[in-house]
């Protein structure tokens, strides 16, 4: 395994589109060990392949304290979604940086495993929230996009200022 430079805001990957995984080859199972590798020594709950630079619909997600639930979706999709919640959460695309948004409280999701096998998932709390964002992540969404202009408008001047600094 080895660890991946994770792209920060400003990259142009982060906003490219992202095309669906076509078979599960021995590349797609390095890439997605490499990606779990990089989230846990960020460290982060959640990555997605654009975010290494890779524009596949890929993600990993471990929200477990102890680390070991890793999570592998491959082409995941949102099938549905109740109650909306806002809550703070943060992108290892932004160093430092949490903001409230409001998503859905409980979610389920649809995605292909590592072996190839289609599964469901019924997702709540911390867990929903990073399914959530993560799949947002292969649709070249980010979570500074829910925003209102002005609190984004703040987010891109204290990243502009870190740029400046060498901090980004
Ligand atoms: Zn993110």
């Not at 990606?35 to 990993?60: F, H, K, W």
């Not at 992108?91 to 190839?116: H, I, Q, W």
């Amino acid at each position: 395994m080895s660890k991946l430079e994770i792209k920060k805001y400003g990259d142009g990957v982060l906003r490219k589109k992202n095309v669906p995984v076509e078979s599960i080859t021995a590349e797609i199972k390095k890439l997605a060990a490499d990606m779990l590798e990089t989230m846990y020594d960020a460290p982060g709950v959640g990555l997605a392949a654009p975010q290494v630079g890779v524009s596949l619909r890929i993600c990993v997600i471990d929200v477990s304290s102890e680390k070991n639930s890793p999570l592998v979706m491959i082409n995941p999709e949102i099938t549905g979604g109740e109650s909306k919640i806002l809550a703070e959460e943060g992108c290892l695309s932004f160093p430092g940086m949490y903001e409230n948004v409001k998503r859905f409280e409980k979610v389920s999701a649809e995605y292909t495993d590592l072996n190839g096998k289609k599964k469901k998932i019924d997702a709540d709390g911390f867990l929903a929230k990073a399914v959530q964002h993560e799949i947002d992540h292969l649709d070249a969404k980010l979570f500074i996009d829910y925003l209102p202009d002005w609190k984004r408008k703040t987010v891109e001047k204290e990243i502009k200022r870190r740029k400046k600094a060498g901090d980004w």
